[in-house]
């Protein structure tokens, strides 16, 4: 084997560097600096086409291009100039050992068979490129010293880092952490939104099949039980120093057994990697699960603070359908087209959602007495959403004053079912509501209403839209009876809209459907 060598002699007191200057293109088998000071000029290519090796006190820069199909082996001084390249390209694994940190600038990884760290960190102050295989760290680590969000690139199920990955990090932005085991690619992303004073995270992946059983927590998402970890593993992503009290992690999970048959089952807990410390904390949407069984499952969570472990969790059979904010029932009275005629009693069915998932529609049930239960009405769901939107149901079949019972059922596109929390109105001796409201449409600006109540009392009016934003509130005094009364609504667009008008105790209170037409 051919070797070229640098060697540094001493000759009486005087110390003799031999400065190298490899331009424009140089290639040797292998290459050995022992204690001379050696340069890749800007504009050269250095091509080694076996090992490198750096020692006794010698020192290496690169400030061109190196391609290496061996190993390297540093126990002296390595650096790289801005905009230098290195890049790995052998047909079996190259190891790299260094006693220091071993400092690169560009650097690609172009061999399938990978480039192993055996002792010491990499740091790449460029862009790291995944070309061909990938990066196993053992228990050190790789460093990317850019905070450039695309420091990383190319990256994917074959090519990836299987260790330990450190990066440097901007007060926001989305940084993939491409890490993974020596079988699976286990992809992490953080965006930083917003408040975050963390410089660097660093990220690794852990096996574990055990402990996966987490059903004695009591995690819930909207009111479904959280009850398996996916059992292949977890992340660890912490910061070097600083917070984050805003930002958003998206995980990717391969390897796993027990991953459900919905992609909605999915959500990622947040904790210390220990089956007793998992929470739900941040916001989950069920839309940004995919993925399901032994298949790659991809979960997100958002707003979260403060770093630590993060799985991606399961419950055992029902999806998680919808997050149900609200459900409220008001009494209503009367309604009538003229003064003269009965009133008929009324009750107000309202509730929002933050987030739907496969959601076809909601079945309203009563009853009297809290057993014998019927039907009344199906209101359409949205399917899928991840906004907050608003619903309301006018139930005018009251068949006696008192205590009326109501359950909310909201039904998947499969058919599946979800019973709600049974809700009260107790209607005895109300009379109070909206008895008229015209023009509608709107044509001109000016809405015109009626209320009729059964005694004097403080009032709040609200014009909302469709996603239960308040757009116009007003709040005033009306007397017992008939009082006439005139909002302006020139100010709004064209559009459907829901008027409200309650007491300001909160006992009573009536909704209708606007729509302006101008």
Known sequence: MSVFYVVLKNIVVLIF??????????????????????????????????????????????????????NIDNS???????????????????????????????????????????????????????????????????????????????????????????????????????????????????NLVSGSTVTYLTATFTTDNTGTDISGLGITVFGTPVTDRLNYGWWSITPASGTATNYDVTLTSRGQTNGGASATQHCILKGTGSSESWQSLGTHDNSTQSGTG?????????????????????????????????????????????????????????????????????????????????????????????QSLYYFYTDYDISNEGLHYYCLINIDYDGTKKYNNIIVANCKNNDFGVISIYPNPVTNGQLYYQICSSENTDVESSITDVLGRILFQNKFSIDKGINQLTIDLSHLSNSLYFFKVATTNGLYKDCKQIIIDK
């Open 17 to 70: 560097l031999l400065l190298f200057i490899f331009h424009p293109v140089s290639a040797v088998p292998s290459f050995v600096n022992s204690g001379a000071g050696c340069k890749i000029s800007s504009s050269a290519y250095f091509i080694i086409k076996e090992n490198c090796k750096n020692s006794n006190s010698g020192t290496f820069t690169n400030n061109g291009n190196i391609k290496i199909t061996g």
């Open 294 to 386: 032994s298949n790659p499952v991809i979960a997100k969570r958002t707003a979260l603070s403060g770093f630590s472990d993060f799985c991606i969790a399961r419950s055992t059979s029902a999806p998680l359908p919808i997050e149900l904010l609200s459900f409220t029932a008001s009494c209503n009275s009367p309604i009538t087209q003229s003064l003269n005629s009965p009133s008929v009693q009324s009750i107000l069915l309202e509730w929002s959602t933050a987030s739907e998932t496969n959601n076809n529609y909601f079945s309203i049930e009563r009853s009297t007495d809290a057993q014998n239960w019927e039907t009344i009405a199906d209101v359409d769901g949205a399917g899928n959403s991840n």
């Open 76 to 190: 002296a001084t390595w650096s790289s100039g801005n905009n230098s390249n290195i890049k790995f390209n052998g047909t079996v694994s190259q190891q790299i050992s260094t006693t220091s940190t071993l400092i690169f600038y560009n650097t690609e990884i172009d061999n399938g068979a990978g480039v192993s760290l055996t002792s010491g960190d990499i740091q790449v102050n460029g862009v790291l490129t995944f070309t061909n295989g990938g990066i196993t760290t053992s228990s050190n680590k790789v460093i990317i010293e850019n905070n450039n969000t695309f420091a990383i690139i190319g990256h994917d199920v074959t090519k990836y880092i299987n260790g330990i990955l450190k990066r440097k990090v901007a007060a926001t932005g989305s940084y993939d952490f491409p890490i993974g085991t020596f079988s699976y690619y286990e992809l992490a992303n953080v």
